[in-house]
């Protein structure tokens, strides 16, 4: 019979691991193709993974609870069919059994002179044979940790692997002051090790409480894998935000006025949401370096607009948060940015999203005006650069200019924008400037504008 591999899926463009929740067969099972044969989840979505063969399920290669890079082989499938199958490997001795075979070092050259500027080990096997992923080599290279160090490293895993979240513990916790070695490419090409200065860690101090009275709660996987990505986007981007507030009495008359009518005819609830969205894609347009990513040196600006809308889980946004991305948004009318949002927004809610509908976003919005605040400082879904905060819509008193030049105190509807943004390629006058005109475009809508 021939072998073929299943193996973890990508399931976003960001996302380079996943982690085994649950398998829905055991070895010896028949498998159908297309049979769904295990549960993952990544930080933006759970998902099943099916089988694209028909056969027996002969191995499983991760535990539940395991975290797999992408494209990693999962499990193994024997099938009549014969297409690209598995070599079979040449029998081995016991000690070689428990080797693999480690990628080449590749060396990244400067542009300017040709020369080797720096390394990149894709090593996955240390020299005592150990296992390492490429996550827990990438982690342990940018932190300066080397693999005498990483040896020392307890490990939760298969076999005593170290998982990422070893890794990052790992991290958290280890002393200030330790000096790790890192591997460098002189000139020649040849590579040669180097002691750098110590790196500072930060220090852990434990957690003092009162156990008769406090409950301790173990985070589940989304809040970790939400915890891990908030971290890794402020250690990425240097956030800056900013705060405008606008008018937008006029609006809540339009859709005082039109919600019925327009629910009737499209199908759709009228909430504020698709006007702060049509008003962003309108200025995201006009400002495009805010629909944008970071690789590098190099600035990838996008011409097409996937916006992405954070959807809070469970009755009190205890069950988490997603962000489930609206597919060339700035080709849409606000009748159709209305049905996409009501679309997102229940199939979030009851864990009915495609793994392709959290990827791709370009910009993403928060809400947290929906629990009553006014303003925050969200951050940074990354490789965003930009993310639009709305607060919520209050009556309050504001001091008004007449044509005539005179002041009036009266009563208006207004709410709080804020902008985060990557002030690496975002300056605080450009974001300003994108605030502006936004609040101007909100500020435009009355209960005369055609929907």
């Known amino acids: 019979m021939a072998k073929f591999e299943v193996v973890m899926p990508k399931m976003g463009e960001s996302i380079m691991e996943g982690t085994v929740l649950k398998w829905l067969k055991k070895v010896g ?24 063969v028909a056969g027996v399920l002969s191995e499983i290669l991760f535990n539940e609870g395991d975290v797999v890079p992408v494209g990693k082989a999962i499990a193994i499938i024997e099938t009549d069919v014969a297409v690209n199958p598995i070599p079979s490997p040449s029998p081995a001795t016991p000690s070689e059994a428990k080797l693999e075979v480690a990628p080449p070092v590749a060396a990244t050259v400067s542009e300017k002179n040709g020369t080797p ?130 008018d937008v009495t006029g609006l809540v008359n339009l859709v005082k006025k039109k919600k019925n009518a327009f629910e009737a005819t499209n199908g759709a609830k009228l909430t504020y949401t698709p006007f702060f969205i049509e008003a962003a894609i309108k200025a995201l347009k006009q400002f495009p370096m805010l629909n944008a990513s970071v690789d590098g040196d190099k600035i990838i600006i996008k011409k097409y607009i996937n916006f992405g809308v954070a959807v809070a889980l469970g009755e009190r946004g205890e ?45 993403t919005l928060t809400n947290y ?9 969200p951050i940074i879904n990354q490789p965003q650069v930009a993310i639009l905060g709305t607060g919520a819509i209050v009556k309050r008193p504001v001091v008004k200019t007449l044509e005539d030049g005179s002041d009036v105190i009266t009563i208006r509807s207004m ?30 809508y009355n209960e005369n504008t055609v929907l």
């Open 319 to 363: 069950g988490g948060l997603i962000v489930p991305v609206i597919k060339n948004a700035d080709e849409m009318n606000l009748v159709g940015i209305a049905r996409a949002v009501q679309d997102l927004a229940s199939r979030a809610r009851t864990k009915k999203l495609l793994p392709d509908d959290i990827q791709g976003g370009t910009f």
């Open 117 to 246: 500027t720096a390394v990149e080990v894709v090593q996955s096997v240390a020299e005592s044979g150990r296992f390492y992923t490429p996550v827990v080599l990438n982690i342990a290279r940018e932190e300066g940790i080397s693999m005498e160090e990483l040896a020392r490293v307890k490990g939760t895993g298969m076999d005593g692997r170290v998982t990422k979240a070893d890794l990052l513990n790992y991290i958290q916790n280890r002393a200030k002051g330790v000096a790790v070695s890192t591997t460098t490419v002189a000139p020649t090409g040849k590579i040669e090790s180097a002691q750098p200065a110590p790196k500072s860690a930060p220090t852990h101090h434990p957690v003092v409480y009162d156990a008769a009275r406090s409950e301790v709660v173990q985070m589940d996987n989304m809040r970790k894998l939400i915890a891990e990505h908030m971290v890794r986007s402020k250690q990425t981007s240097a956030h800056v935000t900013s705060v405008s507030e606008a």
């Open 29 to 52: 099972d028949p498998v159908a193709k297309d049979e769904n044969i295990l549960n993952i989840a990544t930080d933006k979505v759970d998902a099943e993974v099916p089988s694209n």
């Open 369 to 377: 005006g929906t629990s009553g605040n006014l303003f925050g400082a």
């Open 415 to 444: 709410t709080y924008l804020s902008l985060s943004y990557d002030h690496r390629i975002i300056d605080g006058s450009l974001a300003g400037f994108f605030l502006q005109t936004l609040c101007k475009t909100l500020e435009s």
